[in-house]
């Protein structure tokens, strides 16, 4: 069996990408963020043919917020705002245009909303990078 080819998309394949961007369901697809300054779309070709296209962005993730139990409900507000805006700074100056933010608090997930942050409910997958390299195989 024929191995399939990894590469860089080059502007001959936009319509196809368009194409097949709008042709495969629930793949969640934002037009915007074609637009973000650090995006690398990947082609998988096998024999000349183009199999699949996958876009990625570079984010800020901000995980594991950790509150001294101590502060008031308005010292943690004024801690996650503080915070979000100072990652929101850097994420702008690196060109990031995305952040993630994941919570598993109500308090702090209703806060998150109230200040602009969008709550997504798609599945979430992580990998962590291993140190040495690694097949993704079972």
Same mark, same amino acid.
């Given at each position: ?8 998309? &080059?502007a001959?394949d936009?319509e196809? !990408? ?5 042709s495969?369901? =629930? ?7 074609? &637009? /973000? @300054? =650090?995006?690398?779309v990947?082609?998988?070709?096998r024999?000349?043919?183009i199999?699949?296209? !996958?876009?990625?962005q ?6 594991a917020f950790?509150?001294? @139990?101590?502060?008031?409900k308005?010292?943690?507000?004024? %801690?996650? =705002? ?6 929101? #700074?850097l994420? +702008?100056? +690196? $060109? ?7 919570t %598993?608090?109500? &308090?702090?997930?209703?806060? %998150?909303? &109230?200040? $602009?942050? #969008? #709550?997504?409910?798609?599945? !979430?997958?992580? /990998?962590?990078? @291993?140190?040495? @390299?690694?097949?993704? #195989? $079972?």
């Amino acid at each position: 069996m024929t191995s399939i080819q990894i590469e860089a998309v &080059s502007a001959s394949d936009a319509e196809v !990408l368009v194409k097949f961007l709008f042709s495969t369901p =629930h793949n969640l697809n934002d037009p915007g963020v074609f &637009s /973000y @300054p =650090h995006v690398q779309v990947l082609k998988a070709t096998r024999k000349g043919k183009i199999i699949a296209f !996958l876009p990625a962005q570079l984010t800020v993730t901000l995980d594991a917020f950790a509150i001294n @139990p101590e502060a008031t409900k308005l010292e943690k507000a004024m %801690a996650m =705002h503080d915070l979000f805006i100072s990652f929101r #700074e850097l994420a +702008r100056q +690196r $060109g990031v245009r995305e952040i993630n933010f994941f919570t %598993a608090d109500d &308090s702090t997930a209703e806060f %998150a909303k &109230s200040r $602009g942050v #969008e #709550e997504v409910k798609q599945r !979430l997958f992580r /990998y962590k990078i @291993p140190e040495t @390299p690694q097949s993704l #195989e $079972g």
